[in-house]
């Protein structure tokens, strides 16, 4: 029962109230943006599925969400396809397919488009949008498909530092959505316990030192830089924890 595509289906339950909200607030054109991203990606997978006998996964619908939630807006036909294109191809499909990629392909997908094109208004998330994360969080830490450490240890972080009167509220709407649907990432966030927590909290101090330090950037693109930065440093995170745990296995056994 538990295979790549039964994660997948739960994630596009779990993500649901959020992508249903957007729409909600989006109108018709979310709906296209969304389709138009669902297209290129399926076509992607398409391709693929053909030239390398690599069976397409319903994990393309989450790529296409994201960067229809997430992307600069006004961008145009031709860079917003390519942006997908490129993301999809270079950080899943020549993998070998989700599940094998080491980074978000929406992540990558988002990143290549801020840095090619940036001068392209990021989104502007309502409120009502954000707060439709916090259920899809919920539904995905009880379903087990997205990792609750991760999610946790930024939450804790990014609390404590509301708490302690930093000025995150600003950006916290922007973090919530890319925290749940870039860096809660099964395939691409940390797997060991302690790597996860550090996950985390490694993206929650990333966001804080963007907001204090990247003046005039837009909170989408602090969030999208923290998550991708986090995704690069992840394997580094899992090293950590493994190495912490032999160095205690040793002392302790000799």
Do not use: C, K
């Not at 390398?52 to 319903?58: G, I, K, L, T, Y």
């Not at 499909?93 to 980074?103: I, P, S």
Request: net charge neutral; aromatic share 10%.
């Amino acid at each position: 029962m538990w295979d790549r595509e039964t994660v997948a289906l739960l994630l596009l339950v779990a993500v649901m109230p959020l992508a249903l909200t957007w729409l909600w607030y989006g109108g018709f054109d979310a709906a296209g943006r969304l389709a138009l991203a669902l297209v290129v990606s399926g076509l992607w997978h398409v391709i693929f599925m053909l030239v390398r006998a690599q069976p397409p996964s319903f994990a393309g619908a989450l790529t296409a969400l994201a960067v229809a939630i997430l992307a600069p807006e006004d961008l145009g036909f031709v860079p917003f396809v390519l942006g997908i294109s490129f993301g999809s191809v270079m950080a899943e499909l020549v993998f070998g397919g989700w599940g094998r990629n080491v980074l978000n392909p929406a992540t990558v997908t988002l990143a290549f488009l801020g840095f090619g094109f940036a001068t392209a208004p990021w989104p502007h998330m309502v409120l009502p949008v954000a707060w439709a994360a916090i259920p899809a969080a919920i539904i995905g830490m009880v379903t087990g498909v997205m990792p609750a450490r991760v999610i946790l240890g930024a939450v804790i972080v990014l609390g404590a530092a509301e708490l302690g009167g930093l000025p995150l509220e600003p950006v916290l709407p922007a973090v919530g959505l890319v925290l749940v649907l870039l860096v809660a990432d099964p395939v691409a966030s940390a797997s060991t316990r302690l790597g996860g927590w550090l996950n985390g909290i490694v993206f929650a101090l990333l966001v804080i030192m963007f907001t204090l330090n990247w003046a005039g950037a837009a909170p989408v693109r602090m969030a999208v830089s923290a998550a991708l930065l986090t995704s690069l440093i992840a394997p580094l995170l899992d090293e950590t924890a493994i190495a912490l745990w032999l160095f205690h296995r040793r002392r302790r056994h000799g």
